[in-house]
């Protein structure tokens, strides 16, 4: 084992060996030494503002600030002297001085704090508190810790009115101390700019361009600033007046196919707020506004179903699991294979899947179980699954020298993605954008094409066709005209390099030519030369194959590892299901977004929230949302990741593998039945060696969906336009993103 | 403004470092800073509208609203000020019924304070346009105002 | 190289001619200073002149030769006849003056102030005898004033890149080491060693370096560094080439103040200059040293002049500071190791190397060695742009140069807004960095305001406070909020409305502010009001316990009264009172109604200036509050 190289530093008389490069605080605190801070956050670069931090340094003049300062070997540092002590509070009155302070030093302080249950929000509008942050605010926790009790200095109450107009979250500049974090995360990690410091001195203050509103200003309510500001200035609506969480767990977001981490904050069994995890190697920390903003009022909707329900003929009834689940044994019991009716949403667990299939297969004996992209892909089902086992991981993103983003958009999703992209721009690497409108990512970009769809093949042909044949594709040359675009500069920079990557956007989904551009792709790649990287919305696309949830694919025949096999015939034409046949029973988990439901004498519904199709279900099964239930799924990446229960679920909800399992049971009688999760981990051990605890990237096989190409009928995606979790638009659910879906249609 | 303004992109390089003298140089040509001009000047440099206002607002010198037909300049040096310099202001923002950075509503005239035009020894001094008034009195500039149209 | 002393003998040459003039020449003084006192309205009524009488004549504008209080400054050099300088020019005497000079070959001796002869002639004294300039060591400003700054040949002619050719000879370090004996501190305030910065920056890895030649002249009341590239551009320049080699820098920036149009223009001209003489641009006069200098104006934010602050500006970024470690002269403009003089630091620099360190060592006084300039201002007599010795007493400087004050002396604020209020008591002390900083200020870059008895000195404390509160970048909490509290509580004072605690409050702010700024602006905001209270206490209390302002300055303490036997009833007051606060017929004593009165010295004015009002209104301290 080498030796890491140290420097030998002397902290409060204390010998200590640390990493160069470290600033003091580092040092400090990596070591357990309190040195009081505010403007210096771990992940962000060091501003040196709040002046808390300062130390003395042997042969430094002054009283340097600790967060800005290198060790160095053979320093001599004291962090607690009577000076440093005096400074620190004077230094931390002055702040007081523009921060309401009646939190700190009010005499009725502890009584407040026993009342608080019942007297805080009227409290903030009506009487003397001001914020929203009590108990979550550093300040307090910095006062506590340099022994402040008064201030004598006035406060000088800004009176900016309190910024309510955005979504997600409030801003009241009255309680912003100015130390910047909001910013430099905003500019430096999420490369956003929407947050500047403006004007100058006593005038700063904080926001977009003139007075534009986040909205206008293109902020993505990542909520990052939220995360780091150190006060109640910034603050989540939808969880700001419940005051600290009691407690947290991490889970992994199911609303894309990222699978970014998340820390759920709960208080009392509801969840409060949703943090990024800065450390996971994956995303980054760099969630957007689905994880970080929707999952309080998705999974806290007051649409949610909390018992079974049975319709009647005089509306929906509640009833017991009990009867629920003895009505849907009665319905499927007996009904032949081609009589029933499968389908899923690809956002579901591994587990649930596995059960699902195990239940059509084992039970009823059908291969009726239809995950829904393919009824609205159908023919380029295969093809986006292909282009799909290509996706390479989003490291790639960072190393690569020419990048071209295609329909793909990482404002409000894909952001770990995005800021990738962003990134390997602003480090010098070519970057083309190709959409129907105006990208977040076209500010950055080298070359960008705003053209209609027609005109998208041609200009991929220019980009990805061999030297001299863009010629013959005269719509893109009007396009580079327009567009002031130097065709050579761009050429010439794509035959530099080697390594080309192609971001497929959500937006393919949607293009009227979708067969066309996708196949091109496909050989684009097959042929190599060009990397790929598909943002896809189906959350556990990969894990619903790979657990067989797709007709003709049993578990783990998907994966290549297993099989050996680069191909994967599929034996029937995988649309060759009749859609619009009468069927005898339809079971429906997940929603089939704005599709047409086929007749049926029996329409079984297990979801979370109402469905979006019209036809009314005749039993309403209710399920677990994801923060309320344990699982995996597989991402884009290929990789298993875990997603953890944080909640209790809501009133009589259950997982989807509970109900599947119970309703299987009750068919054969004690046969199928899985008690947790260890048994179903048991089962699928079986098939898929070591699953689920699978560090490696999976590989899968590609599909051949022979002789399905005449039947191919375009079907718009709505998972292209919305962000959809289990069928349901976010938007349909979350108040923000309503807001933001408006905008966007503006 | 769009074809001048790409006229003034040509002289600079696609850097951030030439923000500033960009913003000067539409300050000098449009009068002041429009948002049409930051949104241009954003796609130009690649830096977002909003860091362009945060910087552009940071210095005293940029403006965001057209500026009046003249530009009054209050010196409020040291020797301006230790001679008068800020009733010579208090006489403007009165006279002309508007605040300092502020415009008059006829378009005559916007105010402005400036630190110091460096002619100390013939303090107090205000500057009207390019022209620099030494050693003026309340009474001097009320009169000297009556030649700007 | 020899192309270039070509062009040095070619200069020199032109530079006799007009020394041994065979047509009569007329020198403008048109630096900005004397362009505000109207030197320009000058220039066509000379042309007209010459025009009418049909004289064979050149008209040279040049800069400023210093004493600004004698602007416009109008020479004229008749063929055998020494230069002869006369002041406070306007459009009549300039005729006088034409007509008896230019006419009849006879001096107007009446408007004349020196020859630049080292002998009387006819009656006129040495213009370096004037009792403002004899004092003075002119080094930095030797050529401000008497050269054309517009044309390199002048500066050429007067050994001009002299220093920059024999630097050229030695190798950097030796240029560094001859600075260092030289013992030259930075003109721009702090006094830090100019060798010990350049050796960190030549010693500090990487192929690209800067030089920053530090313009940004935001005190307010100070304008050396204007006048100076205004009048002598190429001694800034040539000093950055000098610097540039010495800490091995390709480019150079002047970064500097928009609001110095005259002085921007003069640069671009010279530094075309120097590429048109092979001074600029690669392997300059044939040397391996390649070089070129770049402007980039300023956009009005006085914390700029703070190195770090100014390179992020530069850098296109909001100037705000930053916290050192990294000091600039290793990772400063684009992480690159980065040198920031100051205009008078790299003025001296071309001297030091024409004349050596030994020569330089002759001024000043050990540990200050040199010269500084000033700006003399405020309630002086002979207010202008000065040079003394380092070690000069401030007296010689008020009195001697300065000619002394209007009326009784009561302070000098030396360094601007970063420095010190200092009294009478200090009148001895050698303006040196070590002396001034001791009395509680700063030498800082050459500002020098002085006050009589009609300037309070809490006003002038509220003054540079409310100053540096408006020009705190806001970033840090010392700086931003405490400023603000000081001028709150100095506002208070001056209303009269403060109480004897505020004082303990002003010092304890202070001295956290002193202790917990971020940067040099804030480390120094405190120091006018450290000292007034230190020097001035008494008047402090005198507004918090009379409500007293013996200057009669505060507003709020004073009021403007008629003395009913002086005034003349000419009713002049009336017309111009904004309020209608003063009423009264014609030819009777008028009444002044104190309630509506705002104060707007329009009255004052005007009684004291028309010709036939009494000179009857007085401003007085106000009847004691109950």
Redesign the interface.
Known sequence: MTKEKTVSITIDNKKLHVKPGLTILQAAKANNIYIPSLCAFEHLPSYGACRLCIVEVDGIRGFPTSCTTPVEDGMVIRTETQELRNLRQEVLKLLLSEHPASCLFCSDKEECINFQGTIRKVGNTTGCRYCPNDHRCEIQTIVEKIGLTETSYPVYYRNFPVEKYDPFYDRDYNLCILCGRCIRVC?DIRL?????????GQKTTI????D?THLE??CEFCGACVNVCPTGALSVKTGKWYGKQDKEGETTCNFCSIGCKLILQTKNESIVDSLPDYDSPLDKGLICVKGRFSITEYVHSPWRYSTPMEMTPVGYNNITWEKALDIAAEKIKGVKPDEVLMLISTQLLNEDIYCTQKFMRKIIGSEHIIPTPLIYLNNDFATYWNLCTESQPLEVIENTQFIFTVGFDSTYGYSPIGIRIKKAAKAGAYLVTLNDKETNLD??ASASFQVEKKAWYDVIEILIARDGKEKKHTEAQKILKEGAIDLNRLKKSLSKTKDKLIVLGQDILNHPERTRLLDRFEKTITKGGWKIIVANPYTNLKGTLMLGGFPYIMPGDILKTQTGEKVKTIKTQIVNFDLNKKRKLIYIIGDAPDLMIPDCDFLIYQNALPASFKKMPDLILPSNLFPETDGTIINMEDRILMVKKVIEPYMESKPDWWIISAIGERLKKGKFQFKDMQSIHGEIKKLIKGFPKIKDRLEFSRINAAGSKKTARFTPVPEAKRAIYRGIALSEVVSGMKVIERSLNE | MSDTIDLIFEKYER???????I??EVQRQYGYVS?EA?KKI??YL??????????S??????R?SAPGRHSIRVC???????R?GA?LL??LE??LDIKCGDTTSDKRFDLDR??????????P?VQID?D???RM???KL?ELLKSYE | MNKLKNKITLAKNKWKDLEDNKIPIIFVGAA??G????ALELMPEIEKFIGEHNINAEILQVGCIGP??L?PLVDIKMPGQPRISYSNVNAKVLSNILKSHLLDGIPYTRAAIGNFSKNTFMDIPPLFEHPMLKPQVRIVLRNCGIINPEDIDHYLATDGYQGFMNALTKTPEEVIGIVRQAGLRGRGGAGFPTYKKWTVCRNAPGDEKYLICNAD???????MN??LIESDPHAVLEGMLIAGYAIGANKGIVYIR????LAIERLKKAISQMREYGLLGKNILKSNFSFDIKI???????VCGEETALIA????????PRSRPPFPAISGL?GCPTIINNVETLGTLPNILRNGADWYNRFGKEGNRGTKTF?L???IRR??LIEVQLGTTLREIIFDIGGGVQKNFKAI?TG??SGGCLSEEFLDLPVDYESLAAAGSIMGSG?L?V?DED?CVVD?AK??LD?TQK?S?GKCIPCRVGTKHMVEILDRITKGEGNTEDLLTLRNLGDTIKKGALCGLGQTAPNPVLTTLRYFRNEYLEHIKEGRCRAVVCKSLIEYRVIKEKCTGCQSCVR?C?TGAISGPRSEPHNLDPTKC?K???CY??CR?DAIAGDAIVIRTAEKRS
């Open positions: 500019n956003n700019g929407t947050l500047s410091f403006k004007q100058r926001g977009p361009a003139f534009r200003a293109g500010l950055l | 850097a951030q470092d030439q923000l500033i003298p913003l000067q948002p930051v954003s796609r690649k830096i977002t509208e909003n860091q362009i206002y945060g910087v607002s940071f210095y005293a010198q940029f965001f409020l040096g040291t020797a301006c000020h230790v008068g009733t208090e006489m009165r006279e400036v630190a110091c035009l460096g002619c100390c020894a013939l303090s001094v390019k620099i008034y030494s009195t309340v009474t009320a | 900005s200073c362009r505000a006192a109207g600004c209080y602007e002249e935001g005190d307010p009341g100070a304008f204007r006048s928009a609001e110095y149009p980039k104006e300023g956009a009005g934010a006085f500006s530069i850098e296109g970024k909001r100037g705000m684009f700006s201002v405020g309630k207010s202008g604020q601007g807004p500002g305001i006050m300037t002038v003054y540079f100053f020009e970048c111009v904004p705002i707007c010295r329009s004015e005007i200036f």
